[in-house]
């Protein structure tokens, strides 16, 4: 993913000065992306207050002589989520719930886990520590089975207390990595200069940023283009989501959103999997809905690669690959999602990379030359609008 406004001359850019004023018009106006609309941190006695609650409610349940079980909303279902335009997926306010039985054989271990898992939250937060996801699945590996069983329970919780997921003091570990003109402070106090050492965003919860280009993002940050192994990154700020993005890494894009209203690009490989990636950062997840609005970026746009470059730079077809079943699949998905219907110009794409059977990754440009993507490709796409 690549944040950035004009370039090294002061014409040359003059397109992403114009969608920048069109996206801060649109904010203006109230028709745009909110702005540090999310929903607000719960304090830590609240939260522990949400947990006891729980507790009580079993213990009711108890001296009833009946079985207690934990009511959560399903998550798992397009029926519980709506979509809008200025924040993305959100899960609608009476969504159909399940049930998590203590007195069923299907049901029941989940049912302890989530237990479990809420004893270790209330310490954490009463103490004012941290833990990773990855540190609780550690402290009893057997009985958890698997690191997505944690993750799961987490996200369960996080939805049935109606908090944050960071309010529950338990992080994730990050893959993004950024480096270049940012200064912020953590959460935790901790002061983190990106400009001296890569930064992997780690434990990334919430800050307040400074940095020396904040007045002139829009006119010089990004200086001159440099090339790491075929992947492009920016002399001002070089960011790297890695993959389909962790909770940090959504956090950090949607603060830097929310601070500087910087035009946000993303850069994938035109296949099903990259658009996915492109999605979640732009409209959020159905599995993250209930905090679409901490963490998608609705103003982001689909900078490239495109499948219709593919045609239009000539690229062989024996750089290609053919779509995998699994891929068919997971392009069928998308295109029957909500946010596809306001998005003409990205069913157009996926409709030419279904009719082809074709992807192709971001290297794919290196047929071209060495230096193409860096060179050639992304200073003329941002030069004469090249994004949808």
């Given at each position: 993913?690549?944040?950035?406004?004009?370039?090294?001359?002061?014409?040359?850019?003059?397109?992403?000065?114009?969608?920048?004023?069109?996206?801060?018009?649109?904010?203006?106006?109230?028709?745009?992306?909110?702005?540090?609309?999310?929903?607000?941190?719960?304090?830590?006695?609240?939260?522990?207050?949400?947990?006891?609650?729980?507790?009580?409610?079993?213990?009711?349940?108890?001296?009833?002589?009946?079985?207690?079980?934990?009511?959560?909303?399903?998550?798992?279902?397009?029926?519980?989520?709506?979509?809008?335009?200025?924040?993305?997926?959100?899960?609608?306010?009476?969504?159909?719930?399940?049930?998590?039985?203590?007195?069923?054989?299907?049901?029941?271990?989940?049912?302890?886990?989530?237990?479990?898992?809420?004893?270790?939250?209330?310490?954490?937060?009463?103490?004012?520590?941290?833990?990773?996801?990855?540190?609780?699945?550690?402290?009893?590996?057997?009985?958890?089975?698997?690191?997505?069983?944690?993750?799961?329970?987490?996200?369960?919780?996080?939805?049935?207390?109606?908090?944050?997921?960071?309010?529950?003091?338990?992080?994730?570990?990050?893959?993004?990595?950024?480096?270049?003109?940012?200064?912020?402070?953590?959460?935790?106090?901790?002061?983190?200069?990106?400009?001296?050492?890569?930064?992997?965003?780690?434990?990334?919860?919430?800050?307040?940023?400074?940095?020396?280009?904040?007045?002139?993002?829009?006119?010089?940050?990004?200086?001159?283009?440099?090339?790491?192994?075929?992947?492009?990154?920016?002399h001002h700020l070089k960011f790297k989501g890695k993959?389909?993005?962790?909770?940090?890494?959504?956090?950090?894009?949607?603060?830097?959103?929310?601070?500087?209203?910087?035009?946000?690009?993303?850069?994938?490989?035109?296949?099903?999997?990259?658009?996915?990636?492109?999605?979640?950062?732009?409209?959020?997840?159905?599995?993250?809905?209930?905090?679409?609005?901490?963490?998608?970026?609705?103003?982001?746009?689909?900078?490239?690669?495109?499948?219709?470059?593919?045609?239009?730079?000539?690229?062989?077809?024996?750089?290609?690959?053919?779509?995998?079943?699994?891929?068919?699949?997971?392009?069928?998905?998308?295109?029957?999602?909500?946010?596809?219907?306001?998005?003409?110009?990205?069913?157009?794409?996926?409709?030419?990379?279904?009719?082809?059977?074709?992807?192709?990754?971001?290297?794919?440009?290196?047929?071209?030359?060495?230096?193409?993507?860096?060179?050639?490709?992304?200073?003329?796409?941002?030069?004469?609008?090249?994004?949808?």
């Amino acid at each position: 993913m690549a944040f950035a406004p004009m370039g090294p001359e002061a014409s040359f850019f003059d397109v992403l000065d114009q969608h920048r004023a069109s996206l801060l018009a649109a904010l203006r106006r109230g028709g745009g992306e909110p702005a540090g609309r999310g929903t607000c941190p719960a304090s830590s006695s609240e939260v522990l207050s949400s947990i006891e609650n729980i507790i009580q409610d079993i213990i009711t349940s108890l001296a009833r002589n009946e079985a207690p079980a934990f009511t959560i909303d399903n998550r798992s279902s397009w029926e519980n989520i709506k979509f809008e335009d200025s924040v993305g997926l959100q899960m609608v306010s009476h969504c159909t719930m399940r049930k998590i039985k203590s007195d069923s054989l299907k049901s029941v271990k989940n049912f302890a886990l989530i237990l479990k898992v809420l004893s270790v939250i209330y310490k954490l937060v009463q103490s004012n520590t941290y833990a990773t996801k990855r540190d609780i699945y550690y402290t009893d590996s057997q009985l958890f089975g698997n690191q997505a069983v944690v993750d799961n329970i987490v996200d369960n919780i996080s939805c049935m207390l109606k908090v944050p997921r960071r309010c529950l003091h338990i992080l994730s570990t990050s893959k993004g990595l950024i480096a270049g003109n940012l200064k912020y402070i953590e959460e935790d106090g901790t002061k983190v200069n990106c400009s001296c050492t890569t930064k992997k965003m780690q434990h990334f919860n919430d800050c307040s940023m400074t940095t020396s280009a904040a007045k002139r993002l829009h006119a010089s940050w990004l200086r001159s283009f440099i090339s790491s192994q075929s992947t492009p990154v920016f002399h001002h700020l070089k960011f790297k989501g890695k993959g389909v993005p962790d909770l940090n890494t959504r956090l950090l894009v949607r603060k830097l959103w929310d601070t500087f209203h910087i035009p946000i690009f993303t850069l994938v490989d035109a296949d099903p999997h990259g658009i996915e990636i492109m999605c979640i950062y732009k409209y959020g997840s159905m599995s993250m809905s209930f905090e679409a609005h901490n963490l998608t970026v609705p103003a982001i746009r689909w900078l490239g690669l495109l499948p219709s470059d593919i045609k239009r730079l000539n690229i062989p077809k024996d750089t290609l690959i053919p779509l995998t079943k699994q891929d068919q699949k997971k392009l069928d998905s998308i295109l029957k999602r909500p946010y596809v219907t306001c998005q003409p110009f990205w069913r157009q794409e996926m409709e030419i990379m279904a009719d082809s059977k074709m992807k192709a990754e971001i290297q794919a440009l290196t047929f071209l030359s060495s230096d193409y993507l860096s060179r050639v490709y992304l200073p003329n796409k941002l030069k004469f609008g090249g994004w949808i």
